[in-house]
């Protein structure tokens, strides 16, 4: 078994435990909510991103070196963009008028695109993305119930 990676192990593993985190920050406010897709769910689907951007690096890099430069790593991060695209059309829910369940289909996105730039190594990218979207789901949440009081059920 070959263990030789293009990237550090260490890195590897950095860049895996963050997007885990980020996602369990994302996962947090979800959970809390008592909604269906909470921690383990964000959690996953940043560190399955983070995985398959780390994978596509990987390839492209022994590929280049092997001479091989027709290959453009980003089709992959499409085709990640369209199974998450898919995984969120099923937390949507039409019943009876209402639509429930956009807010967590976004954050799922955004997860695994926070996922992509950890597992990219864009440390800082993915931390102030995670940081944003913390600030949209905690602090409008307070706003929404602070301006909209008694008006929703």
Known sequence: MDLHTITPVGEMALRLALACAFGMVLGLDREVRGKSAGLRTHMLVALSSAATTLVTLEIFETLKAAGHTDMDPLRI?????????????????????????????????????????????????????????????????????????????
């Not at 969120?88 to 008028?97: D, K, N, Y």
């Not at 979207?133 to 905690?138: F, K």
Request: net charge positive; glycine share 12%; proline share 0%.
């Open 77 to 153: 991060v499409q085709g990640l963009a369209q199974a998450i695209g898919f995984i969120c059309a099923g937390v949507i829910i039409q019943s009876r008028g209402d639509v429930h369940g956009l807010t967590t289909a976004v954050n799922i996105w955004l997860c695994s695109a926070i996922g992509v730039a950890a597992g990219a190594g864009l440390h800082t990218l993915a931390l102030l993305a995670t940081a944003f979207a913390a600030l949209v789901l905690t602090g409008m949440h307070f706003v929404e119930k602070w301006l909209f009081r008694g008006n929703r059920s």
